[in-house]
């Protein structure tokens, strides 16, 4: 597809299980982002992958919370241990370097 | 210090009519970008405007323009001709570089409600 796209749309979990979050970026784009966007708040940002540089990992709140990204392509958001206060939508971005960040649909993540 | 500054919650305006949505910001970058998102009740984030710290003039797309006062730090947007499908959520941004990263800081959001 031409856009930024994840899965799930949707996640119902319970208190500490694992999740996995997915984002396809736009084919091309050498820089993917994570951000969280808790309910009626702005956006956090997570993480920041830039071609084969090191990812910049300064907004995860915590060692729970990882991020891999393969190349230049997929990106997988882990949540080990999930606690309620994770509920959020995850959005993911995509842009060429230091252009314009496109946005995919985001991840409701929902932790009973 | 917050680094984005959207100071209004919510706004009305009616159809037709122009719009304009507050944001300041704080950098002592000399080179930053700031933009613009719309966020519908969907959830997904529309990117609408974009305007370079370097760039002279101010950036119009469509019925979207910025309005940049450098000086001042303040990159408003302005919606002409109001229209339903305005009704959202518009969150303010800026790019700052961060070593070889490009990270965007945003702002709370103001929720524009355009009514007949």
């Known amino acids: 597809g031409a856009g930024v796209s994840q899965s799930p749309s949707n996640k119902v979990t319970e208190k500490g299980k694992d999740v996995e979050l997915r984002c396809d970026p736009i084919s091309g784009h050498t820089a993917l982002y994570w951000y969280r966007q808790r309910l009626g708040q702005g956006l956090e940002f997570l993480i920041y992958?830039?071609?084969?540089?090191?990812?910049?990992k300064s907004g995860l709140p915590s060692d729970r919370f990882s991020a891999e990204r393969t190349g230049e392509s997929v990106s997988t958001l882990t949540i080990q241990r999930t606690q309620q206060e994770d509920s959020a939508v995850y959005l993911c971005?995509?842009?060429?370097?230091?252009?314009?960040?496109?946005f995919g649909p985001g991840t409701r993540l929902t932790v009973l | 210090a917050q680094k984005i500054t959207q100071t209004q919650p919510g706004m009305f305006v009616q159809e037709k009519e122009a719009v304009t949505l507050d944001c300041t910001y704080d950098t002592s970058d000399p080179s930053y970008g700031l933009f613009w998102y719309k966020q519908p009740s969907s959830g997904e984030m529309i990117f609408l405007i974009y305007q370079g710290s370097y760039d002279q003039q101010n950036a119009t797309e469509g019925r979207y323009s910025l309005n940049f006062q450098k000086a001042r730090k303040s990159a408003n947007l302005v919606i002409s001709a109001s229209q339903l499908g305005d009704s959202a959520m518009y969150f303010c941004?800026?790019?700052?570089?961060?070593?070889?990263?490009?990270?965007?800081?945003f702002g709370t959001g103001t929720r524009l409600q355009v009514t007949l």
């Open positions: 992958f830039q071609g084969n540089s090191a990812p910049d």
């Open positions: 941004a800026m790019r700052e570089r961060v070593g070889t990263a490009s990270k965007l800081t």
């Open positions: 971005a995509s842009s060429s370097q230091r252009d314009t960040q496109y």
